[in-house]
């Protein structure tokens, strides 16, 4: 029996059926015939669900990951995130994406691939850019500087990486995609440690000038 929602907008459908497309693309690929089993599942209008995916691969791989956005969203509210330490933040919220497409690992395989294509490069880094920028928005970031470039860079690059663990990770709980992470994480740590020493302002580096100056003229 079809569904219908007056009020969906074709984004809100988009992200309804791209569960189930995930689900049908184990079997069938990213591909036509996935939307019209998920529609088939979902009851929605199968015409409808092929027009609304009509950009083909890139675009049934975008609500996927615009569903991820919001489970994450919803499993982690500001109020919880807020009582956390940043490493906690990031870490959890990476889990909590892995948590949303969990059990749907040779749809995912698949859609790193499609995503690794050359045609597909310029808008899979696109998305990439934005799971982490949703990533650090939950987590509280307000840098309006570099540092909002450098952190989402580098957290993409980490949670690409850590989904390609995760695809073919058959540990008991995921435990190699998670002391993956932790790793991962604890690097990005000791590099925002540095960089914070490193960009500390004149005042606070050693000046042999101003430490001879004190012991000619100590402080009063």
């Given at each position: 029996m079809t569904e219908t929602r007056?009020?969906?907008?074709?984004?809100?459908?988009?992200?309804?059926?791209?569960?189930a497309i995930a689900d049908a693309a184990a079997f069938d690929g990213w591909s036509k015939a996935a939307v019209a089993n998920a529609a088939q599942a979902c009851g929605v209008d199968?015409?409808?669900?092929?027009?609304?995916?009509?950009?083909?691969?890139?675009?049934?791989?975008?609500?996927?990951?615009d569903h991820v956005d919001l489970a994450m969203a919803e499993a982690l509210p500001?109020?919880?995130?807020?009582?956390?330490?940043?490493?906690?933040?990031?870490?959890?919220?990476?889990?909590?994406?892995?948590?949303?497409?969990?059990g749907r690992e040779e749809a995912?395989?698949?859609?790193?691939?499609i995503?690794?294509?050359?045609?597909?490069?310029?808008a899979s880094t696109r998305l990439g850019w934005r799971s982490a920028d949703r990533m650090w928005r939950l987590a509280g970031d307000t840098a309006t500087d570099y540092n909002h470039y450098t952190k989402r860079a580098i957290l993409g690059g980490?949670?690409?990486?850590?989904?390609?663990?995760?695809?073919?990770?058959?540990?008991?709980g995921k435990a190699e995609t998670r002391a993956f992470l932790d790793r991962r994480i604890d690097g990005i740590m000791r590099f925002e440690k540095a960089k914070a020493q490193l960009?500390?302002?004149p005042e606070h580096h050693f000046s042999l000038t101003r430490l001879l100056g004190r012991i000619r003229y100590p402080a009063r």
């Open positions: 007056p009020e969906e907008t074709l984004d809100d459908l988009r992200i309804r059926l791209a569960p199968p015409a409808l669900a092929a027009f609304a995916f009509r950009d083909g691969q890139m675009a049934m791989i975008s609500a996927w990951i500001a109020a919880t995130l807020a009582a956390m330490p940043i490493r906690a933040r990031i870490r959890d919220l990476v889990l909590a994406r892995l948590d949303a497409v969990a995912l395989s698949r859609a790193l691939a995503m690794a294509m050359p045609s597909n490069i310029a980490i949670y690409a990486a850590t989904l390609r663990v995760f695809a073919t990770d058959s540990s008991e960009l500390r302002g």
